[in-house]
């Protein structure tokens, strides 16, 4: 079955450590998103890629990076720069064309700084 | 700046009611609305609605756009306990990437 598949599910980390979030989807689509999730607050877009080698930051992207060296996977890295890491992160993909509505969404990965 | 707000954040029903959740917008230039179902950890798609006053239909859900009002609404009948979750709605931007502002959702809890 197709789908994205995010890793870790739970991750907790040190203040002052990068961790990096992994994103994998085998739908064959062109874009895949990083959105971060907190409580009372809608989604937020962290980074975007809509093609292999390009990526583009979103409207929370400090303190984040990404890479995209191969089409099906989007990994995000949090650094120790960003001040409030704790949240849930989402991965989505989707196909290139705009208008075609559908973000797939990943379990997510639920980050927690001690 | 680009907003989503949907009302109420959180509701509380027994099995067999209906229940109207309200999302409203504010956006520069949009393109089109979605409505995903989050029971635990994936959102799930449920609608995309374009026009307006089309109703768009699956099973005991639809939903309704209405772009002079600038909201839009997700009805569900004959409630189930399985219907409990957040439900988030999104605009979809017209820019040139797949741009999606989100609300902070709706939660529903269904009792039996």
């Known amino acids: 079955d197709g789908g994205i598949t995010q890793s870790p599910k739970y991750l907790f980390r040190k203040e002052g450590q990068n961790v990096t979030l992994s994103c994998e989807q085998n739908l064959n689509h062109d874009a895949m998103y990083w959105y971060r999730q907190d409580p009372g607050q809608g989604l937020r877009l962290i980074y975007y890629?809509?093609?292999?080698?390009?990526?583009q930051k979103g409207d929370i992207a400090e303190g984040y990076s990404v890479s995209r060296e191969k089409k099906e996977s989007f990994p995000l890295t949090v650094t120790s720069a960003q001040k409030n890491p704790t949240a849930f992160y989402l991965c989505a993909s989707s196909k290139a064309r705009q208008g075609q509505g559908e973000l797939f969404f990943g379990e997510g990965s639920r980050l927690t700084v001690l | 700046e680009d907003k989503v707000v949907q009302s109420p954040l959180s509701l509380v029903v027994h099995e067999g009611d209906t229940v109207t959740l309200n999302c409203s917008y504010e956006v520069t230039n949009f393109r089109s609305l979605l409505w995903y179902k989050q029971e635990k950890k994936a959102p799930t798609f449920l609608f995309m609605l374009t026009s307006s006053g089309i109703e768009k239909k699956s099973g005991r859900l639809s939903s309704i756009l209405d772009k002079k009002e600038l909201f839009s609404i997700l009805n569900i009948t004959a409630t189930q306990t399985g219907d409990s979750a957040v439900y988030l709605c999104a605009v979809e931007l017209n820019t040139g990437f797949q741009k999606l502002v989100f609300g902070t959702g709706t939660r529903l809890l269904v009792s039996p």
């Open positions: 890629s809509q093609i292999v080698n390009d990526f």
